[in-house]
């Protein structure tokens, strides 16, 4: 199923075109990694909407990405709950492990991190969101683990893609 023909119908689900522009942009996201200006023009053409609007949802929520990130998106909230609980200095350790800002990928493509306003986990602080899991209860030593198995995973996944090609390719 194309990506138009999976927004159409999850559009048919909406009395109003407009309300299913969140659905139709995570469909976006899902087939094109992020969502740069095209695929934002693409969507609101799909849905027939006024294509600012497309644009205002894809830049207010932290959940859409305009621009590339890492295969691990790293969210750390930094709202007041996680702040007390210890996050600016997760995010400073976090910057100097991996070797970018805040906002920053690293040259691997592996790691983005950016810092959100608030992941509504606050009986977990500090909690980071990494793709759709939280991780909760942070400190340094349950960060260097997390980033070891994000790793491990990304290595595991490099080597299936290796083996499942063809010799010669």
Not at 12 to 39: F, W
Not at 94 to 121: H, M, N, Q, W, Y
Not at 125 to 139: I, R, T, W
Request: proline content about 5%; charged content about 20%; hydrophobic content about 40%.
């Amino acid at each position: 199923m194309t990506m138009r023909e999976k927004i159409e119908e999850a559009a048919a689900r909406y009395p109003d075109q407009r309300s299913a522009i969140m659905p139709a942009l995570l469909i976006a996201q899902e087939e094109h990694g992020h969502l740069p200006g095209p695929v934002l023009e693409e969507v609101a053409d799909i849905l027939g909407v006024e294509r600012i609007w497309v644009y205002e949802l894809a830049t207010f929520y932290t959940l859409f990405h305009t621009e590339p990130v890492g295969m691990f998106h790293l969210q750390l909230c930094d709202n007041v709950s996680c702040m007390l609980c210890g996050s600016e200095e997760l995010l400073n350790h976090l910057e100097t492990v991996l070797g970018i800002r805040k906002g920053g990928t690293t040259p691997d493509g592996l790691f983005t991190l950016s810092t959100v306003e608030c992941l509504g986990a606050c009986e977990m602080a500090p909690v980071m969101q990494v793709g759709d899991d939280y991780h909760g209860d942070l400190d340094v030593a349950r960060i260097n683990a997390l980033l070891d198995s994000l790793r491990a995973t990304a290595g595991a996944a490099s080597a299936e893609h290796a083996s499942a090609r063809l010799p010669g390719e």
